[in-house]
């Protein structure tokens, strides 16, 4: 069976980190270019961040997560990552990881995982 799972979401105070995990099964995560995705509450979901799946790791964000998070990608735990620094209350969204075989300008999702919720407040 084929899963996204998200992890590593919760309460942080403005200011503070959070990684997420986004843990792959039933299929081979390097053979997809990797997506986090947001969405708040009232708005559309929006993308944050991509890594491709090629050797080069190319990695793309968001204007306003630019400098402050970080995707990245590990292929033999099948498993990516976001990095999320400086956070703050307008980053307050649910967050999806997200399979794509197309590349990350695309944003054609193949797989979806069930999201984690993020809340940054004091």
């Known amino acids: 069976q084929v899963q996204l799972v998200e992890s590593g979401g919760g309460l942080v105070q403005p200011g503070g980190s959070l990684r997420l995990s986004c843990a792959a099964s039933?299929?081979?995560?390097?053979?997809?270019?990797i997506a986090w995705f947001r969405q708040a509450p009232g708005k559309e979901r929006e993308g944050v961040s991509c890594?491709?799946?090629?050797?080069?790791?190319?990695?793309y964000y968001a204007d306003s997560v630019k400098g402050r998070f970080t995707i990245s990608r590990d292929n033999p735990k099948n498993t990516a990552y976001l990095q999320m620094n400086s956070l703050e209350p307008e980053d307050t969204a649910v967050y999806y990881c997200?399979?794509?075989?197309?590349?990350?300008?695309?944003?054609?999702?193949?797989?979806w995982g069930q999201g984690t919720q993020v809340t940054v407040s004091s």
């Open positions: 890594i491709s799946s090629s050797n080069d790791g190319n990695a």
């Open positions: 997200a399979a794509m075989i197309l590349p990350c300008y695309s944003y054609q999702v193949n797989y």
């Open positions: 039933g299929f081979t995560l390097d053979d997809y270019n």
